[in-house]
């Protein structure tokens, strides 16, 4: 439900008037008899720019809602389409690192950010850091990453190199090898 505090005053204004003068505009000039109907038909021209002022200002909000909606979803589709590009040209490193969240069943782990394939999945937009951007950057610096929002349902089994119905214990056995180094270390360390 809308919160009418939330509306500025000058857009109440703006309201107000559309609606005052759409009425008076409206009406017939036989409703207003005496010196109000004469005064009502000498200033009609004023209600009726009043009423086209404030319908166009508010359709020029509609307008610019309209080519902000329009713009954020080509942006969107823009940047799920590079997304799916970065995740079709992933090398082993990285498709390693990605599958990390999968082994561990876990949303965020601790990652190496200085690691070549970590800092490549970050800097594509792939992986983001867990709890907003950190302050410093050590040489060895280990943070919580976990995979962005918008690179999440583009991730699925095929990509990172996973088929666990049809997987032999020589695949399995292969992918479980293949794991960076760091995961077999204990990276709860702050």
């Known amino acids: 439900m809308w919160d009418l505090r939330q509306i500025s005053s000058f857009n109440r204004f703006m309201c107000w008037l559309l609606l005052s003068c759409t009425l008076v505009s409206a009406l017939p000039a036989s409703w207003f008899s005496g010196a109000f109907g004469l005064w009502l038909r000498d200033y009609r021209l004023v209600f009726i720019l009043g009423m086209v002022g404030a319908g166009s200002y508010f359709l020029s909000h509609a307008a610019v809602l309209a080519f902000q909606y329009v713009f954020y979803r080509k942006q969107r589709l823009m940047q799920e389409r590079l997304l799916k590009e970065l995740l079709d040209y992933l090398d082993a490193n990285e498709k390693a690192v990605l599958r990390e969240f999968v082994i561990q069943r876990k949303s965020v782990i601790k990652l190496p950010v200085t690691e070549p394939a970590v800092k490549n999945l ?69």
Not at 130 to 137: D, I, N, S, V
Not at 155 to 167: H, S
Request: overall charge positive.
């Open 122 to 190: 970050l800097e594509q937009g792939i992986l983001t850091y867990a709890f907003g951007e950190p302050g410093e950057a050590g040489l060895n610096a280990i943070k919580p990453l976990m995979i962005a929002i918008a690179a999440r349902p583009l991730l699925t089994f095929k990509v990172l190199g996973l088929n666990p119905a049809n997987m032999t214990d020589e695949q399995k056995n292969l992918i479980m090898n293949n794991r960076p180094k760091y995961a077999y270390k204990q990276l709860d360390r702050h």
